[in-house]
């Protein structure tokens, strides 16, 4: 197990925030609640979800000052950085691509090294 770190607190509030919108978004969906336990170590994963056929589809880790999102088969990542002053953006930025991940957005382009995630907010290009 990670020893925690000088961050934990850091990493507590900004689950803390997020945690609503998910639970939002798999509303939104049609989705059953997950359980968002505090996750086992400084870096794993806080929760994931499966696709209609039981494959991977999000895994999240929200930790320090930083959000991870690992989508698809492939695991293409999306990540974002934040700084206290702009929780609102990160949770809008969350709702996003949680949304569109759920929502059928990632695109997989010839070759599957490389997609793109289309959101309300506009595309994002991805990388495995």
Known sequence: MD?????EPDSHRIRAALAPVVTRVLRRHGREPVKLAEPAG??????????????????VAAHDHHVHFLLGRRGFVASRHWVEAEIDALAGWFEDVLDAALGGGLEVHAGGTTATLRTRS???PLSA
């Open 3 to 7: 020893e925690p770190s000088s961050s």
């Open 42 to 59: 400084a870096s794993a994963p806080w929760f994931s979800l499966k696709d209609d056929a039981g494959a991977p589809l999000v895994l």
């Open 122 to 124: 506009g595309a994002i």
